[in-house]
């Protein structure tokens, strides 16, 4: 079936939805997105979005600390434009209606949370469940608008790619997509496609990231001939609940800043010998500095402590963390919660100028698929939700300037093919490849690499891909294959990258390259060959 609209948005968190909200008032919206509508990274977001929006703080500062934070890498143009939007996207959010949580300290409006690599609070939050309200509010605005359509359940395949004569990629025309309930392919045609699908936290065995974050949109755009930028960069987030029953949950960067402090098994401290702003260091000091001392104590885990806090204030800063850590018979007013690093966010992604734009025509990007340059070497907190909205609006405001001369393309689109193909009978054969894949990723491309584990890794992905390869044009497409297929393309990607950067910056530590060199003061561009 082929379905007709004026923008495609892949994906539905905070990204996508605030450009549907846009786009809508200049055309038809069809929002595709794998889960239900609310399942999405921002979802899972607790810690809040980085803004200045109190007179204390400054537009400078803000910069500052996210340039120190990117070690050398981040667009300064970018980082500047991205900080002085902020007011207005925020105000944005509120009018939309995000209730963020109010001061109770006049004459601050808003109660500002600090994080890892902030000089001062600024984070704007919803208690700790920030990304779960902005997604309440964008979905009720969303389902107000009549010519929004959502598809939840449906996977994007691959975008369609008009080329020319020698193969080069031109101009996207939409996308294939996979209905998972009723296993149809679908071909959305549009005059813009966006691409907001998120991250790739499950290319890793160990990931704060939810199931859905496989990498979508960065294989597809790779796949499409589109540049993808700083695959390398690889954020580990540094406090994630170490217990054998809990799937992979996220204590927030703000535990961090409300006082938590990083303590061994023994209870001791050690983020003094890392850095001066000890427990408050940015995530990569912190993640490199946890595994350091676990690999040296042989423990499993450290120790985060925030035991010292009012029982009170802890409960209601921090409901969702209080709840989720007790169902595993830890209370955070008495206990320390034992913590470990786990993959959480990538830095690198679909290579995008100031206004989402790709290298491919009527083909964006925005939210964590991206790479805008704000981020660096490595993310300061809450700086990603902020680039979301920011990017977003670059995206509705660049279209806007072409909308009314833009035709829908008449070129005739080629239906999905399935001919040939034959049922699975042997799906063991993805979960064992998926198993192989993430946790080749955990222990060869993890926050500490060396040429030696770089080159293990790309033999086993490379065989791995090949098999892939084979099983994927001989049966019928699912959901587990589409997604298998996506986090071994982003996989390489990332070991690629890996490779071609022969020194240590930011989330990026090779034992072999352990300076840092000014000759790779530059993004890694990869694009298929």
């Not at 007179?55 to 120190?68: G, K, N, P, V």
């Not at 406090?239 to 799937?247: E, R, V």
């Not at 983020?271 to 993640?287: F, G, N, Q, T």
């Amino acid at each position: 079936m082929e379905f007709k609209t004026d923008f495609l948005i892949l994906g539905s968190g905070i990204a996508g939805l605030s450009l549907a909200i846009k786009a809508s008032t200049l055309g038809s919206v069809a929002i595709v997105t794998k889960k239900e509508k609310t399942e999405s990274n921002t979802n899972y977001a607790q810690g809040g979005i980085a803004a200045v929006t109190d007179h204390t703080d400054s537009f400078d500062e803000h910069i500052q600390d996210t340039l120190i934070c990117g070690a050398g890498l981040c667009k300064k143009d970018v980082v500047d434009f991205v900080v002085r939007e902020a007011p207005p996207r925020i105000q944005e959010l509120i009018d939309w209606g995000v209730n963020f949580t109010k001061s109770e300290i006049p004459p601050h409006l808003y109660d500002l949370g600090q994080e890892g690599g902030h000089n001062r609070r600024r984070v704007l939050h919803a208690k700790d469940l920030t990304g779960r309200e902005i997604e309440r509010a964008l979905n009720e605005k969303v389902a107000a608008l009549n010519n929004v359509h959502i598809y939840e359940n449906h996977i994007g395949i691959d975008l369609i790619i008009q080329k020319d004569i020698s193969g080069k990629p031109v101009i996207c025309q939409g996308a294939y997509a996979l209905d998972i309930n009723n296993r149809e392919i679908h071909t959305y045609r549009a005059k813009y496609t966006i691409l907001s699908t998120g991250g790739a936290g499950k290319v890793y065995l160990i990931t704060t990231n939810p199931d859905i974050a496989t990498g979508d949109g960065i294989a597809m755009a790779y796949r499409a001939g589109a540049k993808i930028a700083n695959m390398e960069f690889i954020q580990f987030h540094p406090t994630c609940l170490y217990h054998p029953d809990a799937k992979a949950f996220l204590i927030s960067e703000a535990v961090r800043g409300e006082g938590g402090i990083l303590r061994l098994k023994n209870g001791s401290t050690f983020m003094e010998k890392y850095h001066p702003m000890k427990s408050l260091a940015p995530r990569d000091i912190v993640a490199k500095a946890i595994d350091t001392e676990i690999k040296q104590s042989g423990d499993e885990y450290v120790l985060l402590d925030i035991t010292h806090r009012e029982r009170d204030f802890l409960i209601n800063r921090f409901p969702n963390i209080y709840n989720k850590c007790l169902e595993y018979g830890i209370d955070i007013t008495s206990d320390p919660i034992p913590i470990a690093p786990a993959a959480h966010y990538i830095c690198g992604g679909v290579a995008v100028d100031h206004y989402g734009k790709t290298s491919i025509a009527n083909l964006f990007a925005c939210g964590e698929v991206s790479c805008t340059g704000l981020h660096g070497a490595n993310r300061l907190a809450s700086n990603s939700l902020l680039e979301a909205v920011v990017y977003s609006h670059r995206v509705y405001t660049e279209i806007s300037r072409h909308y009314k001369k833009m035709k829908q393309s008449d070129a005739c689109i080629a239906q999905w093919d399935s001919s040939g193909t034959t049922e699975s009978d042997d799906s063991v054969v993805v979960t064992h490849n998926w198993d192989e894949i993430r946790r080749c990723m955990w222990n060869y491309v993890g926050i500490v690499r060396s040429d030696k584990r770089l080159e293990r890794a790309a033999r086993r992905i490379d065989l791995i891909q090949k098999e892939i390869d084979e099983y994927y044009w001989n049966f019928k497409v699912t959901k587990d294959l589409v997604e298998l297929r996506n986090i071994t393309t982003v996989a390489k990607l990332i070991v690629r990258s890996a490779f071609l950067r022969k020194e240590s910056r930011g989330l990026h530590y090779n034992i072999d390259y352990p300076d840092t060199l000014d000759e790779f003061k530059k993004d890694t561009i990869i694009v298929k060959e």
